[in-house]
T-cell receptor
Framework: GQSLEQPSEVTAVEGAIVQINCTYQTSGFYGLSWYQQHDGGAPTFLSYNALDGLEETGRFSSFLSRSDSYGYLLLQELQMKDSASYFCAVRADPMNSGGYQKVTFGTGTKLQVIP | DAGVIQSPRHEVTEMGQEVTLRCKPISGHDYLFWYRQTMMRGLELLIYFNNNVPIDDSGMPEDRFSAKMPNASFSTLKIQPSEPRDSAVYFC????????????FGPGTRLTVL
C-alpha cells in the first residue's frame, strides 16, 4: 500500500524559515505535490516535484529525493498569512498499470506563524 | 473559468435522509475527484472519474454512498440513508491529467447529519 508521513504541527516566527518534511512509501512513484489549505478553505496547489532536486516558486521551495523517498517544503520570509495546513501528496501508479497515476494525500501539517 | 463549482455549500439534514452533493468541474478537465475531509481521517479520496467513467471507487465507504457523472460538466455524490458519522466537508476536484496534474478543488460542501 501507500503511506505518507508528515509532522502534525509546526510553529515558526514571522520572517523566519520553516521546513516541512514528508516521507512516503509507494511503488510506481511519479512525483510529490504540495498543497496549502487555510482554515475553512479548499486545498490549493503549491508545487510538484518529479525529479530529484529543488524547485523554487517565490518564497516557497520544494525538494525531492527519490532514492530516500523524502521531500520537503521550505517556506521563507514567513508571513502571518502563511498560517495554514500543508499537505504532501504522492502521485503513483502502484499497480504499474500504465494508466492514470493516483494521488494520495498525507494527513497534513498545521503551520502556525507567530509574531 | 469560474473554477470548480459545488453546491450546496452547507447542508444540514437529519439521520436517514438522502443527501445529494453536486459538482461542476473545470471545462476541459478529464478527471473528477470526490474527497471527504474530517479531523480524524484527514483528506480521503472517495472516487474518481476519467472521461465520465468511474475508475477507482475503492474509497467509497459503504453502499450508502454512490456517485455518478452523467456528462463532462456534472457529477453527483449521493448518500442514502445519511448517518451522523457522514458529517464532514466533501470536496470535488478536477484535473487535466497532464503535466503537473494539478488538482483544482471546489469550495467544498459542509455536511452536518443530525
Amino acid at each position: 500500500g501507500q503511506s505518507l508521513e508528515q509532522p502534525s504541527e509546526v510553529t515558526a516566527v514571522e520572517g523566519a524559515i520553516v521546513q516541512i518534511n514528508c516521507t512516503y512509501q509507494t511503488s510506481g512513484f511519479y512525483g510529490l505535490s504540495w498543497y496549502q489549505q487555510h482554515d475553512g478553505g479548499a486545498p490549493t496547489f503549491l508545487s510538484y516535484n518529479a525529479l530529484d532536486g529543488l524547485e523554487e516558486t517565490g518564497r516557497f521551495s520544494s525538494f525531492l529525493s527519490r532514492s530516500d523517498s523524502y521531500g520537503y517544503l521550505l517556506l521563507q520570509e514567513l508571513q502571518m498569512k502563511d498560517s495554514a495546513s500543508y499537505f504532501c501528496a504522492v502521485r503513483a501508479d502502484p499497480m504499474n498499470s500504465g494508466g492514470y497515476q493516483k494521488v494520495t494525500f498525507g494527513t497534513g501539517t498545521k503551520l502556525q506563524v507567530i509574531p | 473559468d469560474a473554477g470548480v463549482i459545488q453546491s450546496p455549500r452547507h447542508e444540514v439534514t437529519e439521520m436517514g435522509q438522502e443527501v445529494t452533493l453536486r459538482c461542476k468541474p473545470i471545462s476541459g478537465h478529464d478527471y473528477l475527484f470526490w474527497y471527504r475531509q474530517t479531523m480524524m481521517r484527514g483528506l480521503e479520496l472517495l472516487i474518481y472519474f476519467n472521461n465520465n467513467v468511474p475508475i477507482d471507487d475503492s474509497g467509497m465507504p459503504e453502499d450508502r454512498f454512490s456517485a455518478k457523472m452523467p456528462n463532462a460538466s456534472f457529477s453527483t455524490l449521493k448518500i442514502q440513508p445519511s448517518e451522523p458519522r457522514d458529517s464532514a466537508v466533501y470536496f470535488c476536484a478536477s484535473s487535466s491529467g497532464q503535466g503537473k496534474d494539478t488538482q483544482y478543488f471546489g469550495p467544498g460542501t459542509r455536511l452536518t447529519v443530525l
